[in-house]
């Protein structure tokens, strides 16, 4: 069945239910939820990259990045340090 928003969004309820972590964006924040525990990361405006959350791919980019930092063990505040400082190329915005 091909994945829409409402049955990802089932998905991602199912897997912290089941005690698994996801990242999302939710209200201008990036936000982790572990099992019924959530906390907010940082917020999308703080994020050079993501010009104050217009850019969504970036948002996107920012969350994966993350993903990818809490799997080899970096702390929340060590990820919100690193995404402040996620720069893009004005010009190009990569």
Request: net charge positive; no cysteine; charged share 20%.
């Amino acid at each position: 069945q091909p994945l829409t928003l409402g049955n990802v969004q089932e998905l991602v309820r199912r897997h912290l239910a089941a005690g698994g972590t996801a990242l999302w964006a939710a209200d201008g924040w990036l936000v982790e939820g572990t099992g019924d525990r959530v906390r907010r990361l940082l917020r999308e405006r703080d994020i050079p990259a993501a010009l104050g959350g217009a850019a969504r791919f970036q948002v996107a980019n920012a969350l994966a990045a993350a993903a990818a930092a809490r799997a080899v063990g970096l702390s929340a505040a060590q990820i919100a340090r690193g995404l402040e400082g996620f720069q893009a190329n004005p010009g190009r915005l990569n």
